[in-house]
């Protein structure tokens, strides 16, 4: 049975570590929910959820990642009040800080296309989607997943970064698309492995103040427009989730 509902849940700042396991048991209790269903022969429903979050300052690396492309060494972390994390996703390293919008797609696929290259194209649509409700042409690079745009140069730079984790069609992990965030701290990284292009935000290009919770309202209604889906948005309330509206 497939389900196109996709449940939201806003969680504000939190840690990286809590939404990383908070990833982990909603990932894992959707394919317990698909291995019990295949062995009992039913057709119970899976759900899919997005997890939006914003991080404090964090460098998490992928399992194919190069770590010399962290240009700190742990000490240096410490002295800059940054964490580092040896992830599962597939990528090389990259930032999440405040200002960025972080989405985790905890997705069945089977409710949506079995297709993995698809799903990262349909992610990236909804960041083009998104940044050109704010004057932004977002584009792809052959050969690179991301999202890209051209600055007042014409030079290429990555504004949304991926990278996922894939089993028995459920996903985890996502995308970090820079609303308004401190970019200081890509100087520090060789970001996502890529040497020769640069990272931008949405308030860098267009030179005037803009929030992550106006960039989330289009975000959401891309993600219904591009998974054909129904959002269900869920309130984050002392870590109890409430049905806001259905």
Known sequence: ???NEILVKDLGVLSYDYSWEHQKVIFDNIIDQKIKNRTLK???????YLLIV?????YTIGKSGDISNL???EKQLGLKNID???INRGGDITFHGLGQIVGYPIFDLDNFFTDISQFLRTLEEVIILTISFFGLKGYRIDGETGVWVKDTKNSPKKICAFGIKASRWVTMHGF????NTDLKYFDYIVPCGISDKGVTSIEDILKQ???TNKVKDKLYENFAKCFDAKLINLIWDNRTFIQLWN
């Open 1 to 3: 049975m497939k389900n």
């Open 84 to 86: 580092f994390k040896k």
């Open 42 to 48: 039913k057709k119970n429903k899976t759900d899919n």
């Open 209 to 211: 103040k803009i929030t």
């Open 176 to 179: 970090a698309l820079n609303v």
């Open 54 to 58: 914003e991080h404090n300052p964090v």
């Open 71 to 73: 240009l700190l060494s």
